[in-house]
């Protein structure tokens, strides 16, 4: 956690400073819970509860493609690229991804999760809204689609006051930021969406309770085993794309498998238990450099360079999510919407790594590429806590590999002992 977290979970009413300081996963199972006690209780008439996982989806949907944008940009301003080993690193993390995206379509194809189960789709949010008074489908409507929509010429006045007040508040942390080179510019600009983002992730736990108690209410728990499938198939994915990292280093370097997976478990665990492959970054750095004695650039390139640009977990898990709502609602993807999905994947997931949350925002771009409807995320959310937490470690573990196949068939100490025979 970085110290302007911490600063900003110390500050505010005791109410909020709790709230703050509780673990999101936390927060997010006592939701689920507390919707299903709800959706019981009220059955078809806790409907209306699913509105907050709409206004949820409605901001991360016009927040994707600015954050997207920008998180791409400054990653591609900031990252120490050049040398001889830039073309082998880009086209390391391409084959990676591409490796993973297609273990994920391969998976969600021959396992099918969707079809397990008959569960058609959760209640409809426009239908939830719809049961709400006027005033609240009013404000509802008032919320922006994107952030460039309400300045067109049928633009709302009320949107255009929103999104002053979310910059507003968020450019109140940088106003002092000092502003001299583009770069600068573009991460005042990346850092205001990031600030707007982490505010919306605080409300994620009520979007969760509301739609939980709403699908329980209305169907009963036949969506939620439905997830259980999505959770299995994308588990055996993970694991499958972890293999095919421990392959590439077996054939690919001179590190042993077992020894790199003892070297990183520190990263491995970190990545697990903060989600965050940036705030994991330093750990990975010093366990290649220390525990594997890998050479500095590589462990500084696939550690510090790669891991901006290195989200296979993620890739993975969007082409899963996109696959397995289509067979949830039984809607087959033709090759070519498969084709979009790897694509939107792969650029929506550079640069992702210092987002927080990313999966949920990227997937909104996923999704809208192929026409899937991205109310179908609000019920991913009831699990993606945890597999936010699985995808982020096989991330590490992919700027892991690509570290070790940078340093090549021998040893830093090898080439050493080589020179001094020839002398």
Same mark, same amino acid.
């Given at each position: 956690?970085?110290?302007?977290?911490?600063?900003?979970?110390?500050?505010?009413?005791?109410?909020?400073?709790?709230?703050?300081?509780?673990?999101?996963?936390?927060?997010?199972?006592?939701?689920?819970?507390?919707?299903?006690?709800?959706?019981?209780?009220?059955?078809?008439?806790?409907?209306?509860?699913?509105?907050?996982?709409?206004?949820?989806?409605?901001?991360?949907?016009?927040?994707?493609?600015?954050?997207?944008?920008?998180?791409?940009?400054?990653?591609?301003?900031?990252?120490?690229?050049?040398?001889?080993?830039?073309?082998?690193?880009?086209?390391?993390?391409?084959?990676?991804?591409?490796?993973?995206?297609?273990?994920?379509?391969?998976?969600?194809?021959?396992?099918?999760?969707?079809?397990?189960?008959?569960?058609?789709?959760?209640?409809?949010?426009?239908?939830?809204?719809?049961?709400?008074?006027?005033?609240?489908?009013?404000?509802?409507?008032?919320?922006?689609?994107?952030?460039?929509?309400?300045?067109?010429?049928?633009?709302?006045?009320?949107?255009?006051?929103?999104?002053?007040?979310?910059?507003?508040?968020?450019?109140?942390?940088?106003?002092?930021?000092?502003?001299?080179?583009?770069?600068?510019?573009?991460?005042?600009?990346?850092?205001?969406?990031?600030?707007?983002?982490?505010?919306?992730?605080?409300?994620?736990?009520?979007?969760?309770?509301?739609?939980?108690?709403?699908?329980?209410?209305?169907? /009963?728990?036949?969506?939620?085993? #439905?997830?259980?499938?999505?959770? !299995? +198939?994308? $588990?055996? &994915? %993970?694991? @499958?794309?972890?293999?095919?990292?421990?392959?590439?280093?077996?054939?690919?370097?001179?590190?042993?498998?077992?020894?790199?997976?003892?070297?990183?478990?520190?990263?491995?665990?970190?990545?697990?238990?903060?989600?965050?492959?940036?705030?994991?970054?330093?750990?990975?750095?010093?366990?290649?450099?220390?525990?594997?004695?890998?050479?500095?650039?590589?462990?500084?390139?696939?550690?510090?360079?790669?891991?901006?640009?290195?989200?296979? /977990?993620?890739?993975?898990?969007? #082409?899963?999510?996109?696959?397995? !709502? +289509?067979? $949830?609602? &039984? %809607?087959? @993807?033709?090759?070519?919407?498969?084709?979009?999905?790897?694509?939107?994947?792969?650029?929506?997931?550079?640069?992702?790594?210092?987002?927080?949350?990313?999966?949920?925002?990227?997937?909104?771009?996923?999704?809208?590429?192929?026409?899937?409807?991205?109310?179908?995320?609000?019920?991913?959310?009831?699990?993606?806590?945890?597999?936010?937490?699985?995808?982020?470690?096989?991330?590490?573990?992919?700027?892991?590999?690509?570290?070790?196949?940078?340093?090549?068939?021998?040893?830093?100490?090898?080439?050493?002992?080589?020179?001094?025979?020839?002398?």
């Amino acid at each position: 956690m970085s110290s302007s977290q911490e600063k900003r979970i110390e500050t505010g009413p005791r109410w909020l400073v709790w709230w703050r300081a509780t673990p999101l996963y936390a927060r997010i199972l006592a939701a689920v819970l507390l919707g299903v006690l709800a959706g019981t209780a009220l059955g078809a008439s806790a409907l209306p509860l699913a509105t907050p996982a709409k206004l949820v989806l409605r901001v991360l949907g016009a927040l994707a493609p600015p954050l997207i944008l920008l998180a791409i940009v400054h990653a591609l301003m900031s990252a120490p690229l050049g040398g001889g080993q830039t073309f082998r690193l880009i086209t390391l993390l391409l084959v990676n991804t591409l490796a993973a995206i297609g273990i994920g379509l391969s998976v969600a194809n021959v396992l099918q999760p969707g079809t397990w189960v008959k569960a058609g789709p959760p209640p409809e949010m426009a239908k939830a809204a719809a049961v709400a008074s006027d005033p609240v489908s009013q404000f509802l409507d008032s919320v922006p689609r994107s952030l460039g929509g309400p300045f067109g010429d049928d633009g709302k006045v009320i949107a255009v006051i929103m999104i002053a007040l979310a910059f507003g508040v968020a450019l109140r942390q940088l106003k002092h930021h000092p502003i001299r080179t583009v770069e600068d510019l573009v991460h005042v600009g990346l850092r205001s969406l990031v600030v707007i983002l982490e505010a919306v992730v605080e409300v994620v736990p009520f979007a969760v309770f509301g739609v939980v108690a709403s699908i329980v209410g209305a169907k /009963g728990f036949s969506d939620f085993a #439905a997830l259980g499938g999505f959770v !299995v +198939a994308v $588990l055996v &994915g %993970l694991l @499958l794309q972890a293999c095919y990292y421990l392959l590439r280093v077996r054939l690919g370097s001179w590190v042993r498998p077992a020894a790199l997976l003892i070297g990183v478990r520190d990263a491995l665990t970190m990545a697990f238990s903060t989600a965050s492959s940036t705030a994991t970054m330093p750990v990975t750095y010093r366990c290649l450099r220390q525990n594997v004695k890998l050479r500095e650039h590589s462990a500084s390139l696939g550690a510090l360079v790669g891991s901006n640009f290195n989200n296979d /977990g993620t890739a993975l898990y969007e #082409a899963m999510s996109a696959l397995f !709502v +289509a067979q $949830l609602i &039984g %809607l087959n @993807l033709t090759l070519g919407q498969q084709i979009t999905v790897v694509l939107t994947s792969i650029v929506a997931s550079v640069g992702a790594a210092g987002i927080p949350e990313a999966g949920l925002v990227t997937m909104t771009l996923v999704f809208k590429s192929v026409g899937l409807p991205t109310e179908y995320i609000a019920m991913l959310l009831t699990v993606d806590w945890f597999l936010d937490r699985c995808r982020t470690a096989i991330n590490v573990m992919g700027d892991v590999t690509v570290s070790c196949l940078l340093d090549g068939q021998t040893p830093e100490h090898a080439e050493e002992v080589r020179e001094l025979e020839r002398v």
